[in-house]
């Protein structure tokens, strides 16, 4: 089984700083990797598809990208809307692993 | 407009049973594989069950097969999951997602969740 770790598990940050969240997979996945946002209540939000491409409606200041088995996620601004928790997903496998989430709160 | 609307949630003692709907309604039902995910309280999401748009092809996390039966009914656009022999760590909220595709065999993602369904297993 695919196996996905994220760090940090948590993180806090002021509004206009970048943000970055890292996600692993324990093997090979090509680009086979998603990031969702999710807010306290509410489902999860798609946010990058296959590593790097932006959902439809997903402001640009959010980015996707790929360096092997290591996947980042990057808020380039920090806006006030988008303190959640973050989550990885590979998409390789038919389990559709999730990996335990990132949540960033305000400093 | 995609919508996909969860039901049968509930309080429901260990040993017991219960069945999950997901209504879909804005898409072609029939065109889409599906699933089942889930998120128990304070935690992650954990993915539980899917099952392809013919229904052909179904998968289960180890946690809940043998136990829990994905199925579908394209003509009423429906999903549903049985969950038998409930215990208290199947004690979440869980949302229907669709999955689709990047042109159409690229890699696959949940691009429409419904907003949930609890489900509590307590005595």
């Known amino acids: 089984d695919i196996q996905m770790t994220q760090s940090p598990s948590s993180l806090s940050a002021s509004v206009g700083d970048r943000v970055t969240i890292t996600c692993r997979a324990s093997?090979?996945?090509?680009?086979?990797l998603n990031w969702y946002q999710q807010k306290p209540g509410k489902a999860p939000r798609l946010l990058i598809y296959?590593?790097?491409s932006l959902q439809s409606g997903v402001p640009s200041r959010f980015s996707g990208s790929r360096s092997g088995t290591d996947f980042t996620l990057t808020i380039s601004s920090l806006q006030p809307e988008d303190f959640a928790t973050y989550f990885c997903?590979?998409?390789?496998?038919?389990?559709?692993?999730f990996g335990p989430g990132t949540k960033v709160d305000i400093k | 407009e995609v919508y996909l609307v969860e039901s049968g949630g509930s309080l429901v003692k260990p040993g017991g049973s219960l069945r999950l709907s997901c209504a879909a309604s804005?898409?072609?039902?029939?065109?889409?594989?599906m699933h089942w995910v889930r998120q128990a309280p304070g935690k992650g999401l954990e993915w539980v069950s899917s099952?392809?748009?013919?229904?052909?092809?179904?998968y289960y996390a180890d946690s809940v097969k043998g136990r829990f039966t994905i199925s579908r009914d394209n003509a009423r656009n429906s999903l549903f999951l049985q969950m038998n022999s409930l215990t208290g760590e199947d004690t979440a909220v869980y949302y229907c997602?669709?999955?689709?595709?990047?042109?159409?065999?690229?890699?696959?993602?949940?691009?429409?969740w419904g907003q949930g369904s609890l489900v509590t297993v307590s005595s």
């Open positions: 296959a590593a790097s």
């Open positions: 997602a669709r999955e689709d595709q990047e042109l159409s065999l690229g890699p696959p993602f949940f691009d429409y």
């Open positions: 804005g898409f072609s039902f029939s065109n889409y594989d």
């Open positions: 997903q590979e998409s390789d496998s038919d389990r559709r692993t």
């Open positions: 093997q090979r996945i090509s680009r086979y």
């Open positions: 099952i392809s748009r013919s229904g052909l092809y179904i």
